[in-house]
């Protein structure tokens, strides 16, 4: 199927609320791929980190639903190599408060083993929560 | 007057020169040729850049009518145009280049070697150096830091034992005399973007991690291995090789803003001829666009992709040692994969720099350089070669990165700036 | 040299021995750690929704609380130094966010405490060579692989602490206590952080490949400076070996432990029996304890 392309689209809601929270000029990204190339978590991610910062570009909420953004890291490697100075973890961030704020959380905290709890820093539990959870 | 004895300043100087008007030719290194005598081959047509180039500072080297100042640097400007005043300084050679018949035995018999600037640091020189055999003019220069004579007070002396003329001079001093010039043309060429500045790809600390002008150098007969693709930590002959583009160029967070002009092209080149070397090997090019605009230029990419070159659309985010082999990190976006390569040897296609003291020669001829740290023309489209300040013109790199047919034309239409002023100011 | 320090609630709990290791090192060289008389959590996390200022209330705080106290605030864990290093510059620089900030605490705060790490203090109070003349014990022909990490790096115009790709701080402090530090690519990788609470397979593959350089590498043992990454390297070393054939276990320090060994604390509270990979039958084959 075609992508139908518009100013609805480009121009549109999501895009607008995308660059909002995360202070980013969406099309300041040249695809120059190095995000994806250095992504230590892009192992198990469905899209390629560069692949949905191109969905947000085309103003497709399909990025919301890639796994890719609730294995971000957060690690900060691509901005630190980023040749334009594009906060990605910031936009990944941005995604993943557009789901969380609609649909809640993402991560039910009684469900995770004892023993993990028991032995987990609580910086694991905190950061975890500011991440998963609405 | 030209400073800058590349490509660009040769033509300026030659055209000038050719129509009768005296030229001084102003030259920091000990010979003329600039970044091209470095050069392997050219593309698109693979002509021997040296083979081209020999020509070229043979007729400067001869021509009656172009004084030669090698080893030599602006040292002051004043006057204006039709009557500039420029004090040039040559760096005391410790060789009388009137004797000087430029037999090399002080070089053979020169027990001293350090890495030679010339062969970027993978080849080496003596203490007494001349640039290259081919060099225009073929007379050599002691390195007084590493010349055992300089440092350990008058211990060795084995060129001034061996040379049949008696041209070797210890006492030589430098000199500072006044040209009087009607124009002046400035050619001063590029520098490479360190590799210490790019610490994701290894900082310059991997030996298998060269640069470009570092390949040409291994590309080029006359280089420090004859022409054989062998790489400098263990002189093996790489099986597999990648080429990264835009190492610092395109990268306004933390290289440079501009793109570079000539990677795209000079890495197909490279990349062909590793080929053409290396008949098993594979080549590997990351890119993010490829740019190749010029006559014959896009025919050429497409003949090193034709020829087995794996183009791989994405930046190389970091590069390692690993067991023996230089692990590269990349991403190939049309795949959408992330990939890594395990290569015997990577070069970095790193970013085209004004050479060192363009802002420093900028100030003492009292013209603009822009915000890239380049010469600024007066008017980017319409005016490209002039210089904000009248009677100066400029030519070649370091007015902006461009390949040897731009800096060639560059340096004609300097010429005929200058020209042209005389034609109306001052008779020949 | 008094200086006030954070500890933070992982140093307070889980890795009371990175804190006592930390706090005894200090004092021995002279270097007086007095703990902020009130604190709370800075929040694990510094908010990268730009209109999250909620969860910078927490580090504010904090901040605030210093200044009343003195100029300069220490912290050991990465994670807190890298939240309060960012908040502390937020409040200075974008005045926006400060103003609101301050009218949410009902106190004015402006960024003017000076937020350090205990290797930056290291580094730019003692200096290595002199660290090395006060070392007791060398650590002689113990091979360590000095793990950064990511957010005690990065990013590098926010924290500004060292080189984030080629960094030298933790290698320079190793090699001043006699250590044998061994280059890794995997200095500055990640070792998946907080996806440890909901993508554990990920974690592991992470740390598993971190380890696995260090240990290509001829490591004994790996040294951190961040109780989460200690965490994920440390904990899931079991599971490791069981999904990796061929994987040998290794000890993961935090950096102040060796630091208090080298010299010559007593280093009962070190916690060193609390490590999951047991390091005490590596160090004792070098004669520490």
């Known amino acids: ?134 | ?428 | 040299m008094r200086y006030l320090y954070f500890p933070g609630c992982t140093l307070s709990t889980k890795a009371k021995g990175f804190a006592a290791s930390g706090e005894a090192s200090a004092r021995a060289l002279g270097i007086d750690l007095v703990e902020l008389s009130q604190w709370n959590c800075c929040g694990a996390t510094f908010p990268l929704a730009t209109d999250n200022l909620l969860a910078l209330v927490a580090p504010t705080r904090i901040l605030l609380n210093a200044q009343k106290e003195g100029n300069h605030l220490v912290a050991l864990c990465s994670i807190c130094y890298h939240v309060l290093k960012r908040t502390n510059r937020l409040l200075r620089e974008e005045t926006d966010k400060r103003e609101k900030l301050n009218l949410f605490i009902e106190e004015e705060y402006r960024g003017e405490v000076r937020v350090f790490h205990l290797l930056e203090l290291l580094r730019e109070e003692i200096g290595f060579e002199e660290l090395s003349e006060r070392v007791q014990k060398r650590l002689q022909g113990l091979r360590v692989a000095p793990y950064y990490g990511c957010l005690l790096l990065r990013p590098f115009q926010e924290i500004g602490l060292d080189d984030p790709e080629e960094p030298r701080i933790l290698d320079d402090l190793l090699a001043s206590l006699g250590c044998e530090v061994v280059e890794f690519s995997h200095k500055t990788e990640c070792c998946g952080s907080y996806l440890a609470m909901n993508s554990s397979e990920v974690t592991r593959e992470l740390s598993y490949a971190i380890l696995h350089s260090a240990l290509a590498s001829g490591a004994q043992a790996v040294v951190t400076s961040c109780p989460l990454c200690h965490f994920n390297l440390d904990y899931r070393q079991g599971e490791m070996a069981a999904h990796y054939p061929g994987f040998t276990q290794i000890p993961v320090l935090y950096f102040t432990q060796l630091l208090g060994l080298a010299l010559g604390i007593e280093s009962e509270t070190f916690g060193l029996a609390d490590h999951h990979v047991d390091p005490r039958p590596l160090l004792a084959s070098k004669g520490l304890k």
């Open chain 2, 1 to 428: 007057m030209v400073i800058g004895g590349g490509i660009s300043g040769m033509q300026a100087a030659l055209d000038i020169a050719d129509s009768g008007y005296e030229v001084v030719l102003v030259e920091r290194l000990p010979s003329i040729g600039g970044r091209m005598a470095q050069l392997s081959e050219t593309f698109p047509t693979l002509d021997c850049a040296q083979c081209i180039l020999t020509p070229r500072t043979v007729e400067v080297g001869h021509h009656e009518k172009i004084k030669l100042a090698t080893y030599s640097e602006v040292e002051e400007v004043g006057g204006h145009l039709g009557d500039f005043r420029v004090k040039v300084r040559r760096k005391p050679a410790y060789v009388d280049w009137e004797r000087c018949t430029g037999c090399g035995l002080c070089q053979e018999k020169c027990l001293w070697q350090v890495p030679s600037d010339f062969e970027r640091g993978i080849g080496k020189r003596k203490a007494i150096y001349a640039l290259s055999p081919q060099a225009v003019p073929n007379k050599p220069v002691i390195d007084r830091e590493h010349c055992v004579y300089f440092q350990k007070e008058g211990k060795c002396g084995a060129c001034a034992k061996f040379c049949p003329v008696e041209a070797i001079d210890f006492q030589q001093k430098e000199e500072i005399w006044e040209e009087q010039v009607g124009a002046i043309v400035v050619a001063t060429g590029y520098d490479l973007y360190p590799m210490e500045r790019l610490s994701e790809y290894g900082g310059g600390h991997y030996p298998d991690v060269i640069d470009s002008l570092q390949f040409e150098r291994l590309l080029s007969a006359s280089g420090p291995t004859a022409g054989e693709i062998r790489r400098p930590s263990d002189g093996a002959v790489p099986k597999e090789v990648v080429f990264v583009q835009c190492a610092g160029s395109r990268d306004p967070e933390r290289g440079v803003a501009y793109c570079s002009q000539i990677c795209c092209m000079y890495t197909a080149k490279q990349a062909l001829l590793y080929k053409h070397k290396v008949h098993h090997g594979q080549a590997y090019v990351f890119y993010i666009d490829i740019r190749a605009g010029g006559k014959g230029y896009e025919e050429f990419v497409q003949r090193a992709m034709e020829e087995g070159v794996l183009y791989l659309r994405g930046k190389v985010s970091k590069i390692f040692p690993q067991n023996g082999k230089v692990m590269v990190w990349g991403a190939d976006t049309l795949s959408g994969k992330r990939v890594e390569i395990a290569a015997d040897l990577v070069v970095l296609a790193t970013a085209i720099l004004p050479s060192q003291g363009t802002s420093d020669l900028a100030e003492k001829l009292r013209i603009k350089i822009g915000e890239s740290g380049f010469y600024e023309e007066a008017h980017p489209q319409v005016r490209p070669i002039e210089s904000g300040a009248p009677g100066i013109y400029l030519a070649g790199a370091g007015q902006g990165p461009k390949d040897i047919p731009e800096a060639v034309a560059q340096g004609s239409a300097a010429a005929a700036k200058v020209l042209a002023l005389f034609a109306s100011e001052v008779p020949p």
């Open chain 1, 1 to 134: 199927m075609r992508v139908r392309l518009s100013i609805r689209e480009t121009r549109g809601e999501f895009v607008k609320r995308v660059e909002e929270i995360s202070g980013q000029e969406i099309l300041a990204c040249n695809q120059c791929g190095k995000c994806s190339a250095g992504c230590p978590a892009a192992m198990a991610m469905d899209l390629l980190p560069s692949q949905v910062l191109r969905l947000v570009q085309l103003g497709l909420e399909e990025a919301l639903t890639s796994e890719t953004i609730w294995l971000c890291a957060s690690c900060l490697t691509c901005l630190s190599r980023c040749p334009k100075g594009v906060d990605l973890p910031r936009i990944m961030e941005a995604l993943r408060q557009l789901v969380l704020r609609k649909e809640g959380d993402r991560l039910e905290l009684s469900a995770l083993p004892a023993d993990f709890l028991s032995e987990a820093p609580q910086l694991a539990i905190i950061a975890g929560s500011r991440k998963y959870l609405s």
